[in-house]
């Protein structure tokens, strides 16, 4: 059971390049997430899914698209980067049990935008 | 707006030593509130999760508090351990669910 897992590990681009994240869990978890860790920040949440088929934005959702295509995974898009995209990106699935469901994290996808 | 505050920012402490971890927050009404530990590199990992009508929550060495009268909550690290060293993350669940509120969190040091 390898949990949540995300590649790459790291990323360099440059400026207008384009580039997707994986997401992947084996938990059979309905929800997914992805959120931006930045210095000095809270997590903010980019996007998140409810199912599969269905995506809804979140708090930074500009420069950004997502696609949940699978129930076991959920795609983060970059389609220009900017600058201002470098952060720390993590992906965390739930299963729907009430409030207090638990969401599970991944390691973290490190993205430089030079 | 929905805020959530931590205090200190970071501390440092010697191995074996107690400390604890303050949470001040302004949403209202909410949910649940969790504290979750993360290890430099690492995905946050939950720790605690309380309800609003909870008062208190262990895990091992482990005590989060909880007094949504005057919206604190604190987490308690107990014989703190080198492991312990991380950044500790208080996130606030509003009402309908739909929204975690993250504190900045509060870095932990041990040193032995």
């Known amino acids: 059971n390898a949990g949540v897992t995300q590649t790459p590990k790291f990323r360099v681009l440059k400026t207008g390049q384009s580039m997707t994240l994986l997401c992947a869990q084996d938990?059979?978890?309905?929800?997914m997430y992805w959120y931006r860790q930045d210095p000095g920040m809270g997590l903010r949440l980019i996007h998140y899914?409810?199912?599969?088929?269905?995506?809804a934005k979140g708090e930074v959702p500009d420069g950004y698209n997502v696609s949940r295509l699978k129930k076991q995974n959920f795609l983060l898009g970059l389609e220009s980067a900017a600058p201002s995209q470098t952060s720390v990106y993590f992906c965390?699935?739930?299963?729907?049990?009430?409030?207090?469901?638990?969401?599970?994290f991944g390691p973290g996808t490190r993205l430089t935008v030079t | 707006k929905n805020q959530v505050e931590q205090s200190p920012q970071s501390l440092i402490i010697l191995e074996g030593k107690n400390c604890t971890l303050q949470?001040?927050?302004?949403?209202?009404?909410?949910?649940?509130l969790r504290w979750y530990k993360q290890d430099t590199g690492r995905g946050p990992v939950s720790l605690t999760i309380?309800?609003?009508?909870?008062n208190t929550k262990s895990n091992g060495r482990y005590t989060a508090t909880l007094d949504a009268d005057t919206k604190q909550s604190s987490l308690h690290i107990t014989a703190s351990q080198l492991s312990d060293s991380a950044s500790y993350i208080c996130?606030?669940?509003?009402?309908?669910?739909?929204?975690?509120?993250f504190g900045k969190g509060t870095t932990l040091s041990v040193s032995s």
């Open positions: 965390a699935s739930s299963r729907p049990s009430g409030l207090s469901y638990e969401q599970y």
């Open positions: 938990m059979n978890h309905e929800y």
């Open positions: 899914s409810v199912g599969e088929g269905t995506t």
């Open positions: 949470c001040n927050y302004t949403v209202s009404p909410f949910s649940n």
């Open positions: 309380m309800t609003f009508s909870e």
């Open positions: 996130v606030v669940v509003n009402q309908a669910g739909t929204a975690l509120i």
